[in-house]
């Protein structure tokens, strides 16, 4: 594995530094070699009152699984995800995110990916993914 960056993504909405309107989610591989990180939502990013909206988690959740492969060097795209969700996430509420690898086939990767509070372990949204390898 190099230690060179696959590209620049210090703009992505999700994990970007440098995007001042970004979520700024901060991943790293575990031992297990699982992505991992760790968001907390505000006011501005609910869908009513104070209830996370579902497209930030489903962003989130992309995100982890699609930072297992970057941070391995791998370039892919979400070619398809499907998202459960198990209960609403309010705002203040810390998650820690996972997402790992379920299988891989010629250009197909198959990951998983997982968002559970912090303070008591309940799963908010769990998804499997398809990611397509760019050649």
Not at 83 to 99: C, F, N, V, W
Not at 105 to 116: D, M, P, Q, W
Request: hydrophobic share 35%; aromatic share 8%; net charge positive.
């Amino acid at each position: 594995m190099s230690n060179e960056i696959l590209e620049d993504a210090s703009k992505c909405f999700a994990c970007g530094p440098n995007n001042p309107i970004g979520l700024k989610i901060n991943y790293t591989l575990d031992n297990q070699n699982r992505c991992v990180g760790y968001f907390e939502a505000n006011e501005n990013h609910v869908g009513y009152e104070n209830t996370v909206h579902g497209g930030i988690i489903f962003t989130t959740l992309d995100d982890v699984m699609a930072n297992v492969l970057y941070l391995n060097q791998i370039k892919a795209y979400t070619a398809k995800c499907d998202i459960r969700y198990r209960q609403p996430l309010k705002t203040k509420q810390k998650i820690k995110l996972i997402g790992w690898i379920v299988s891989e086939k010629r250009r197909l990767v198959t990951l998983k990916g997982e968002a559970i509070l912090c303070n008591n372990h309940k799963v908010i949204a769990d998804c499997e993914a398809k990611f397509m390898l760019v050649e």
